[in-house]
Structures are given as structure tokens and as C-alpha cells.
């Protein structure tokens, strides 16, 4: 089945409808990991050819300066990452709750944005195993710290070896609390997801 013919398909179905659950799940996990009303707004939802430019013109690509980035592997019936984007405005403000010693504050705050990561990934793959009727878990968050940061080039370099399509949900959250704040959260599936829920909902 070719890219076209999931799009015709698959976009406006059970995965959609999952993904944007997944995502209402996280922003309320967001409200209760930081104590501030959290809500998210959709960027884009859709499925690209890793070699098709269209994946490069998305506008889903770090902000000015010092960007943190997690990824969370997605591995079980399907493979798929996580990738949630704070420019240091945002990682300050999320982890200034944070107490500790001065030598160690740096290695702390990383470590509470770790754990927002995974709580954050875990209720959306709840939503996706238990409303696509998945098995699928998150591995342990890893943070990386680029100067500067083209989120779709590194989705490219994640996907291009190993998958001709790729399902993109994208979204930003936003703070009652922190008005000015907008981390980005971007969930890449490999396009196969489609095949497996098809299987998966034909044993059901």
C-alpha cells in the first residue's frame, strides 16, 4: 500500500482519534506534574515518505539558542520515538521548582525533565495501547543538549535508514502559568503502525 493510499485511509481514523486522546491524557498529566493548567494545541498530523521534502518544510524545528531535546524510543508491536523540544526558557521555568545544591542543581533539573518526559510519553502510549489494542512501552528518556536544533532533521536521520514512511503527530503545550512557554511534543511512528492496528483489530 503506498504512502497516498494510507492517507486516503488511515489519517481520519482509529489513530488519529487515539493520538489526539493520548495527547488530552498528557497535557493533563503536564497539569499535575507542574501544578498549572496545561492544554495543547495540534501543529500537524499527517504521514510523509522519509525522502519526500515535505517532512523538511514542516515548521517544527527548535528555537533560537540553546534548545533541550528527550527522545523516548516506542518499542513493542510497533517502533516509533518520542520527542519533547524545550528551548532553555522553557527547561528553566518547568524545573524551577527544583532544589539542590549549586554543583548539583544542573544534573537534578536534567534529571526532573527526564521524568516529565516519561510521564508525559506513558500517557500517551496508555491511550494508544489500550484504544488501538497495542503492546507497546517507552524506553528510558534520553536527553540531548544541541546548540541549535532542526527537529525534522533529526526525524529524518531517525527513519531514513530503516523506514520508507513515517506517521507524524505533532503538537505544543501550553500554560496558564507560563503564557509565553510552547515546548513542542512530536510523536514519529513508523508507517507499519497501520498494518499492525488493521491485524490487530481483525483478531479482536
Same mark, same amino acid.
Not at 137 to 158: A, E
Not at 170 to 178: G, L, P, Q, R, V
Given at each position: 500500500?503506498?504512502?497516498?493510499?494510507?492517507?486516503? *485511509?488511515?489519517? %481520519?481514523?482509529?489513530?488519529?482519534?487515539?493520538?489526539? #486522546? &493520548?495527547?488530552?491524557?498528557?497535557?493533563?498529566?503536564? %497539569?499535575?506534574?507542574?501544578?498549572?493548567?496545561?492544554?495543547?494545541?495540534?501543529?500537524?498530523?499527517?504521514?510523509?515518505?522519509?525522502?519526500?521534502?515535505?517532512?523538511?518544510?514542516? #515548521?517544527? !524545528? &527548535?528555537?533560537?539558542?540553546?534548545?533541550?531535546?528527550?527522545?523516548?524510543?516506542?518499542? &513493542?508491536?510497533?517502533?516509533?520515538?518520542?520527542? @519533547? @523540544?524545550?528551548?532553555?526558557?522553557?527547561?528553566?521555568?518547568?524545573?524551577?521548582?527544583?532544589?539542590?545544591?549549586?554543583?548539583?542543581?544542573?544534573?537534578? *533539573?536534567?534529571?526532573?525533565?527526564?521524568?516529565?518526559?516519561?510521564?508525559?510519553?506513558?500517557?500517551?502510549?496508555?491511550?494508544?495501547?489500550?484504544?488501538?489494542?497495542? !503492546?507497546?512501552?517507552? #524506553?528510558?528518556?534520553?536527553?540531548?543538549?544541541?546548540?541549535? =536544533? =532542526?527537529?525534522?532533521?533529526?526525524?529524518?536521520?531517525?527513519? /531514513?535508514?530503516? /523506514?520508507?514512511?513515517?506517521?507524524? !503527530?505533532?503538537?505544543?503545550?501550553?500554560?496558564? *502559568?507560563?503564557?509565553?512557554?510552547?515546548?513542542?511534543?512530536?510523536?514519529?511512528?513508523?508507517? #507499519?503502525?497501520?498494518?499492525?492496528?488493521? /491485524?490487530?483489530?481483525? @483478531? /479482536?
Amino acid at each position: 500500500m503506498t504512502i497516498s493510499d494510507h492517507v486516503k *485511509k488511515k489519517t %481520519s481514523g482509529s489513530a488519529k482519534i487515539a493520538f489526539e #486522546n &493520548g495527547f488530552e491524557n498528557a497535557a493533563a498529566s503536564f %497539569s499535575k506534574f507542574i501544578s498549572t493548567e496545561t492544554s495543547y494545541t495540534m501543529l500537524h498530523q499527517g504521514l510523509h515518505a522519509v525522502e519526500d521534502d515535505s517532512i523538511h518544510g514542516l #515548521n517544527i !524545528n &527548535g528555537k533560537s539558542g540553546t534548545n533541550f531535546l528527550l527522545t523516548t524510543d516506542i518499542v &513493542g508491536d510497533v517502533y516509533g520515538k518520542s520527542y @519533547l @523540544l524545550l528551548d532553555a526558557s522553557e527547561f528553566d521555568a518547568l524545573s524551577s521548582g527544583v532544589y539542590a545544591k549549586e554543583e548539583t542543581m544542573m544534573d537534578i *533539573k536534567e534529571e526532573f525533565i527526564k521524568e516529565l518526559d516519561n510521564i508525559l510519553s506513558a500517557s500517551v502510549i496508555t491511550k494508544l495501547s489500550n484504544e488501538l489494542n497495542l !503492546n507497546i512501552y517507552g #524506553n528510558i528518556p534520553i536527553l540531548v543538549k544541541p546548540q541549535s =536544533c =532542526c527537529l525534522m532533521n533529526i526525524i529524518y536521520d531517525d527513519f /531514513s535508514e530503516d /523506514s520508507e514512511g513515517i506517521y507524524v !503527530n505533532a503538537i505544543h503545550f501550553s500554560f496558564e *502559568k507560563y503564557p509565553m512557554l510552547t515546548p513542542y511534543f512530536v510523536w514519529v511512528m513508523d508507517l #507499519n503502525v497501520f498494518d499492525t492496528i488493521e /491485524s490487530k483489530s481483525e @483478531l /479482536s
